[in-house]
């Protein structure tokens, strides 16, 4: 990394440092009840990370109007629990997802790499989400500084978000190392100049042109 001239490390929170995934069963327990089971679970998780993933584009994309995480999980209740014909409150589906990922189990290399790479660079968390979603991630590390979506009224996929971090840091994007999981920590912040680093905890295959 010395090569590179790398200044900052910037890094995503969910799925990179912390599991949401490990919430899947107990999150659908609660909305299933006794129609549980893992496969059904696991089928309409997927499912609502897909449309998850369309309303937080959209609203990204969007640089007009800022719609906070919690709606956009209110919105993809909303349509799915329509598209699978399930009768559930979207708000307290929303509700119990945001705290599922409160209470997300951090990855057993996240501390360890953060405070191995935190005594060589400072490390700022960028992440995509509102603030009650942050509880507990001081037992994970001390940030040098945390950039959220819902302060920044602006997701990682609008430019607005990295060039809040350039400025603060008053670096040049080539000097930002930028690590996550998700179509969103690589595009917008290579197209503006940043170092990006792609974690693919499940051996995905990126199929994205960037």
């Known amino acids: 990394m ?22 899947l069963e107990s999150v659908w327990k609660v909305f299933l009840k006794e129609s549980y089971s893992i496969e059904l679970g696991k089928k309409y998780w997927d499912r609502a990370t897909e449309i998850v993933l369309e309303q937080l584009y959209a609203s990204a994309m969007d640089y007009q109007h800022f719609k906070k995480t919690r709606t ?11 598209e ?7 708000k307290s589906a929303a509700g ?12 057993s290399d996240a501390k360890p790499f953060l405070e191995a790479i935190g005594t060589k660079y400072p490390v700022c968390l960028s992440t995509d989400c509102d603030v009650e979603m942050l509880t507990d991630i001081k037992q994970l590390y001390s940030f040098n500084r945390i950039f959220v979506s819902e302060e920044l009224r602006a997701y990682k996929l609008n430019p607005k ?11 040049k994007p080539e000097n930002i190392l930028h690590i996550g999981d998700s179509l969103s ?9 940043i170092l990006t680093c792609w974690l693919n905890r499940d051996n995905k295959k990126w199929s994205h042109e960037v």
Do not use: C, Q, W
């Open 2 to 23: 010395k090569n590179l001239n790398i200044k900052l490390i910037s890094i995503d929170l969910f799925r990179t440092l912390v599991d949401v995934d490990s919430g």
């Open 72 to 82: 956009i999980y209110e919105d993809t209740y909303t349509t799915l629990f329509k």
């Open 84 to 90: 699978i014909r399930l009768d559930f409150d979207p």
């Open 96 to 107: 119990a997802l945001i705290e599922g990922h409160r209470a997300g189990n951090f990855f």
């Open 161 to 171: 978000f990295f060039n809040y971090v350039i400025d603060y840091y008053k670096l």
């Open 185 to 193: 920590d690589i595009v917008t912040p290579k197209k503006l100049g």
